[in-house]
């Protein structure tokens, strides 16, 4: 830890002492010093290093990047949406940034449009041929489906996640049984469809803090069983596999 801490306070150094020695209009120096300074947990003041980087240089799509993520570390989600609209008007094609902004957009419980920001860095990892990041994202819309009613869309998105994973994770074996995977949709859509229900019954008069609290218990909850339903799918097939080359070996 004391290294972590004395290798990142160095690395400030090196950057304090760069702007020190340049012109105030170094915006490369302020946004790494902001990048640092976030990293060190120093989030107010990365933000002011962001800000002094976006007045060197406003078309600087990582600064306004930079700032939005250290905004919502914050929980200043709005905040952190306008950046992000900022970055994405200059650099429309960065598919970090869209996922930056719906995970944000999502908090605030606006799910139909953190869905179309999640959709679109999901076509544009599908353009780069990334196939992990489209697991990724497929994963989280997943989840934010049912929270906007689009049960049907859930599935699509869980059969295209479970295809994926096929691809990327093959046993040496055979192919992982899509059917393993399919067993998880339907638990899936049933804690899904329990938050989706919970939301309904907390939009009428209940203060926006207990809202925002019990959906965050739901979703870490849900979190959690999905985590445990992969770990237990995947302990299974491991053991088949496992006594099935026992049996060959026998």
Not at 80 to 105: F, R, S, V
Not at 129 to 154: C, H, I, V, W
Request: proline fraction near 4%; include cysteine.
């Amino acid at each position: 830890m004391h290294s972590e801490t004395s290798r990142i306070g160095d690395k400030e150094w090196g950057v304090n002492r760069l702007l020190d020695e340049s012109t105030p209009d170094d915006w490369e120096g302020w946004y790494q010093r902001g990048v640092d300074q976030r990293a060190a947990g120093s989030l107010e003041d990365a933000i002011i290093s962001f800000d002094q980087a976006l007045q060197c240089n406003a078309e600087n799509d990582q600064a306004w990047y930079g700032k939005g993520q250290t905004l919502a570390q914050l929980e200043q989600y709005e905040a952190a949406i306008d950046c992000y609209n900022q970055a994405l008007n200059l650099n429309p094609n960065a598919p970090e940034i869209w996922a930056a902004h719906g995970k944000a957009l999502g908090t605030l419980t606006r799910y139909a449009e953190a869905i179309c920001s999640y959709e679109t860095a999901l076509n544009l990892h599908r353009e780069a041929g990334d196939r992990q990041s489209e697991a990724k994202t497929l994963f989280t819309l997943n989840m934010l489906y049912p929270l906007d009613g689009r049960m049907n869309e859930s599935a699509k998105a869980f059969q295209q996640l479970s295809a994926i994973l096929n691809e990327l994770d093959t046993p040496s074996d055979g192919p992982m049984q899509m059917s393993i995977m399919g067993g998880l949709a339907l638990p899936n859509r049933q804690i899904f469809f329990l938050v989706n229900q919970l939301r309904r019954l907390l939009t009428g008069p209940v203060p926006r803090k207990v809202r925002s609290i019990v959906l965050r218990v739901g979703w870490m909850v849900f979190f959690g069983l999905s985590v445990l339903l992969v770990w237990v799918a995947m302990a299974w097939w491991m053991n088949r596999s496992a006594v099935k080359r026992s049996g060959e070996a026998a």
